[in-house]
């Protein structure tokens, strides 16, 4: 973005930034200026230049401690936190297929590490009077798939929930909450998946794209998102020019939720 986000000098922690969608988001606020903090569990085989990088599961309580006296201990303190973090490695298969682990495992990757980083940062933010939390979400906690994402969809809606509860606590204290939600973004995983499914049925890389389309019941602008345009949203929303949003969710879905 060459627009002036008014983000120099900024502290951010943006988690599961080595790849996908976090990756782009750190690009893009390092390109606005921001010093950034980011997280994963496998150490990237390159230094990302002027990036801090802190090796933790988030997934556990001790990964989530360790990160949140990382990111004070290398900025002094954060004003930015892009929760990216999350997933899913539930097995097809609807409802029977997900046991307590299972729910457990996509609870713990998509709710509790901004639940855990949220509560250990916000008396930083709150004591300053100042700073913007971002929850990914997914368009999946309005659209679940019964077949795949039940658990996954599930545990974004109780982040979205989470995010909104907190939006209104803390916005009187001069902290905004706010969701990005994006459809189907076109990561290094997704390029992967859909090489595997067109392989699977004798068909071409858009074959294979047009078959995860089809599952999410058709993308009205013909493509997926690409991460940088996940981004360059986010950079928006925690930048002093998205300064009233607070307590709502910015969509990127190429008009995949068919409803208003
Ligand atoms: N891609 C999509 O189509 C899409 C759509 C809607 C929403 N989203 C949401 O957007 C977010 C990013 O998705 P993505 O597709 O860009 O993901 P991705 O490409 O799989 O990247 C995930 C990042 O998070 C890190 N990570 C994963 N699990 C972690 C853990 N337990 N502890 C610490 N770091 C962890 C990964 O590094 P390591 O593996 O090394 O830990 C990596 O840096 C997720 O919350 C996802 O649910 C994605």
Known sequence: MSVDLGLEGARALVTGGTKGIGAAVVGALREAGA??????????????????????????????ADVAAGVVDRLGGVDVVVHVVGGSSAPGGGFAALDDAEWFRELNWNLMPAVRLD?????????????????????????????STTAYAAAKAALSTYSKSLSKEVAPKGVRVVRVSPGWVETEAAVAMAGRLAEQAGTDYEGGR???????????LGRPARPAEIADLIAFVVSPRAGAATGTEFVMDGGTIPTV
Do not use: N
């Open 35 to 64: 010093r950034v903090v980011t997280t994963a569990r496998t150490v990237p085989a390159g230094a990302i230049e002027g990036v801090h990088f802190i090796a933790a599961d988030l997934a556990t309580a001790e990964g989530c």
């Open 119 to 147: 509560r250990a940062l916000l008396p930083g933010m709150i004591a300053r009077g100042s700073g913007v939390i971002v929850h990914v979400t997914s368009i999946q906690s309005r659209l679940p798939l019964p077949e």
């Open 210 to 220: 047009k078959i995860i389309m089809d599952s999410l019941g058709g993308i009205p």
